[in-house]
């Protein structure tokens, strides 16, 4: 079996799959407390069982990467096979002048969305941060943006204004409370971005393009927005399976 795996600013995801790319079973371990990580990570990747191959990709510090490369040479003795963002590849190509630049989760969703959809796809990372790209029907990667997750621009407002903390704020259609005002406006920031470009997309690409969404507030920011999306929480997954077991 191989092991995927996407390390995240917050969590580390992973799925087996079989040398076809299937996926099987997946996880996912938060990474906050990086002095337990190394501990709470060989314990969980180590019921997994023999694994032949580990292939990766990150966003996160270096100190994440390396207690992932810890895990699995103590485990099965092996060296991650980490996959960058590159200039074209799997019916992909990087609109970024240097395509090492860019993180190399997007590179996966892009090459998983042309997989599943190869009309063209908005490809919309609902994390730490909000990541929205624009794949066209030919497999070229328009570009896209990144702002602050939902999460984050709660936190922020927190952080900096007098406003109490959110935490038990509810998205509503006419917030009358400040902890609804935060989380409702934050939520359709996100989703009024994915509008917006989708909408770009579907101008310069055709009606046939489609949104897909994932990370943790996929469905909160879906709920949102004006066009219809679909949710696939382990597209990053599903992209580096393809590279896994295919040429490039």
């Not at 371990?29 to 694994?51: C, F, K, M, N, Y």
């Not at 990370?215 to 599903?238: C, P, Y």
Request: charged share 25%.
């Amino acid at each position: 079996m191989m092991l995927l795996c996407d390390v995240g600013n917050a969590r580390i995801k992973w799925a087996l799959a079989s040398d076809r790319g299937r996926l099987e079973r997946g996880a996912a371990l938060t990474h906050r407390d990086h002095h337990s990580l190394s501990a709470e990570l060989e314990r969980s990747l180590a019921s997994l069982g023999p694994v032949e191959r580990v292939v990766a990709c990150s966003v996160a510090s270096p100190d994440v990467n390396e207690n992932l490369e810890r895990c699995a040479r103590d485990l099965w003795s092996l060296s991650p096979q980490w996959m960058p963002a590159r200039r074209w590849g799997w019916g992909v190509q990087c609109a970024y002048a240097a395509p090492e630049s860019m993180g190399a989760d997007r590179w996966a969703m892009l090459v998983g969305a042309r997989r599943r959809h190869p009309g063209g796809a908005c490809v919309v990372s609902c994390g730490t941060a909000v990541t929205v790209d624009l794949l066209g029907g030919e497999g070229r990667h328009l570009g896209g943006v990144i702002l602050p997750g939902v999460a984050l621009m709660r936190r922020s407002l927190v952080e900096n204004t007098a406003l109490i903390a959110p935490s038990s704020g509810k998205v509503a259609a006419f917030p009358d409370n400040t902890p609804d005002a935060v989380a409702t406006g934050t939520a359709i920031a996100a989703a009024s971005t994915v509008d917006r470009l989708f909408e770009e997309l579907r101008r310069s690409s055709g009606p046939d393009v489609v949104c897909i969404l994932c990370g943790g507030d996929a469905e909160e920011v879906r709920a949102l927005m004006v066009r219809d999306a679909l949710v696939r929480r382990g597209l990053v997954l599903e992209g580096l399976a393809v590279m896994a077991c295919e040429e490039p």
